[in-house]
């Protein structure tokens, strides 16, 4: 494969040059097949698989509960993105971008469908008035980081991870460019956290959750291969300090766990955690 590439005139789709989601992305949006979302008992129904963004509403969910608002039950189901479970018509009803996490509120006399994980984040911090501040300044700030995450994500994953670790060859460009954005994203969280406990101030908010989904896994070093060593993840004392800190708050460590094969594929009940093996 030549090093030089010369795009065509016109692009086409060269279906099976993707690397390790070639069979997954596609230029076209809309389902593929037919099936319906299964339905639980509980207010909320989420459709997710636990990669970060997946993390990001689970946390929460269970960070709400830990709070002791039971109000925010939920049923976690799998969704198979590498079965294509993420094109059936009724994934597609409640996100047609096709992309996990989806979920339905169906807690009041409608439904309500909510896509992109933000966009979940803020509905049930709003909805039960925890983890987003109330008054106007607090939550301009919390707000801010949280869609400084929002878009910074494709940058680490998209960006760094994919050439990193699932690109079909290494590429000294792409890793490069990625790499250096990706470090200077925890440069900006690490200035933050040097001045406050946390991101949006001295409260845990959303803002936080959104950015340890993303963050923690690179600084524990769970994330692509061996990539906390390749970007010195040890650097950013701050965001380290930030990490082991929401590692220990029960919620979090919960949230991390469903949708997982490390953890409960599904999760529709508190017990179900019970069944898990201690670490």
């Known amino acids: 494969m030549?090093?030089?590439y010369v795009p065509p005139k016109v692009w086409t789709w060269d279906q099976p040059n993707g690397g390790a989601f070639a069979s997954l992305n596609r230029p076209i949006a809309g389902p593929i097949r037919e099936a319906e979302l299964p339905v639980g008992d509980h207010p909320f129904q989420?459709?997710?698989?636990?990669?970060p963004n997946g993390q990001k509403v689970t946390i929460l969910l269970e960070e709400l509960l830990e709070a002791?608002?039971?109000e925010a039950e939920y049923d976690a189901w799998i969704i198979k993105i590498f079965e294509g479970d993420q094109f059936t018509t009724g994934f597609v009803d409640v996100n047609p971008n096709s992309k996990i996490p989806a979920m339905v509120d169906r807690s009041g006399p409608e439904p309500?469908?909510?896509?992109?994980?933000?966009?979940m984040l803020l509905h049930l911090a709003e909805k039960f008035g925890r983890f987003i501040p109330t008054d106007a300044k607090g939550r301009a700030e919390t707000l801010s980081w949280l869609f400084w995450q929002m878009g910074s994500a494709p940058f680490i994953g998209g960006g760094f991870g994919h050439f990193y670790a699932y690109a079909p060859y290494k590429m000294e460009y792409p890793i490069n460019r990625y790499a250096m954005e990706t470090k200077r994203l925890f440069s900006v969280a690490?200035?933050?956290l040097g001045?406050?406990?946390?991101?949006a101030g001295e409260d845990y908010t959303i803002a936080d959750i959104a950015t340890y989904a993303w963050f923690g896994g690179l600084i524990r070093g769970d994330a692509y291969g061996d990539a906390a060593t390749f970007l010195s993840m040890h650097e950013y004392e701050n965001v380290n300090r930030w990490?082991?800190?929401?590692?220990?708050?029960?919620g979090?460590?919960?949230g991390r766990l469903v949708n997982s094969p490390k953890g409960l594929l599904e999760r529709h009940s508190a017990k179900d955690f019970d069944t898990l093996s201690p670490a």
Not at 112 to 119: D, H, K, T, V, W
Not at 195 to 199: G, K, N, Q, T, V
Not at 244 to 249: A, P
């Open 46 to 51: 989420l459709y997710s698989l636990g990669t």
């Open 68 to 70: 002791g608002i039971s």
């Open 2 to 4: 030549s090093e030089q």
């Open 243 to 250: 990490v082991k800190e929401i590692d220990t708050r029960p």
């Open 112 to 119: 309500i469908r909510l896509f992109e994980s933000g966009a």
């Open 195 to 199: 001045e406050s406990r946390f991101l």
């Open 252 to 254: 979090a460590q919960r």
């Open 190 to 192: 690490d200035r933050r």
